[in-house]
């Protein structure tokens, strides 16, 4: 178990690392969000200019 704690402690700079991967991780979740918003946004207006050019 104290092997553990001290390889998550990374010599001192665990909390920095651990702080890199937590905003690196959320960038990416956020990048993620923002596409699958604007794939649905995307889909809604193609659909509603193809339904308009139909008529």
């Known amino acids: 178990m104290n092997s ?3 390889w998550f ?3 001192g700079y665990g909390v920095y690392v651990w702080a890199a991967y937590g905003l690196a991780a ?3 979740l956020g990048n993620l969000i923002v596409c699958q918003r604007k794939k649905v946004e995307t889909h809604k207006r193609l659909h509603q ?3 308009g050019s139909q008529q």
Do not use: C, I, P, R
């Open 9 to 11: 402690s990374m010599g």
């Open 49 to 51: 200019w193809l339904k």
């Open 26 to 28: 959320s960038v990416l």
């Open 4 to 6: 553990l704690l001290h």
